[in-house]
């Protein structure tokens, strides 16, 4: 075996191919072990990351369909706010729409009362103002025709009854 040997190492090559055999044997023997540890421990990190990577994509599609739920609620608000204000605008035009025809009629009957009760007291007193004149014609006509104290008398009597006849109507109107 010796022989063998020697007839091996005068091979440059065979020193050389028998030296990279032993080297590996040497290395898988004794860093086998380390390298697998080293090799598991990279495993478990890799893995450690994709698990914590799963579950941060889970909660980040769970915080995107929350946002997408709320967005959906909100312009659900959204919508129904405009539609509330507008039925509220609605009925406040409404409101004032009746409001002022409300006022507008109240006012077209106050100025028809104004109207009325300036006609009625026109009407009073242009009576007022003929009666007077027409006592006051009827006056001077008996006082030129009737002369004495019986027409005086007579005179008088008559203003007094058509002043207390014109006084009565115009508290009747």
Known sequence: MNEFLQE??????????????????????????PAFQWLDNQIGQITAELDTARQLRAEAESSLSDVKNKQIQAEKDAKEIIEMAKNQAEAMRKQAASELAATLERQQQLAADRIRLAEMKAVDAIRSKAVSLGMEMARQI???????????????GSIEDAAAFSDSKAKAG
Request: proline share 0%; no cysteine; hydrophobic share 65%.
């Open 8 to 33: 091996l190492a005068k091979e440059t090559l065979n020193v050389y191919a028998i030296a990279f055999v032993i080297f590996w044997l040497l290395v898988v023997i004794f860093l086998r072990k």
């Open 142 to 156: 008996l006082f030129e025709k009737i002369s004495g104290d019986n027409a005086m008398r007579l005179i008088e």
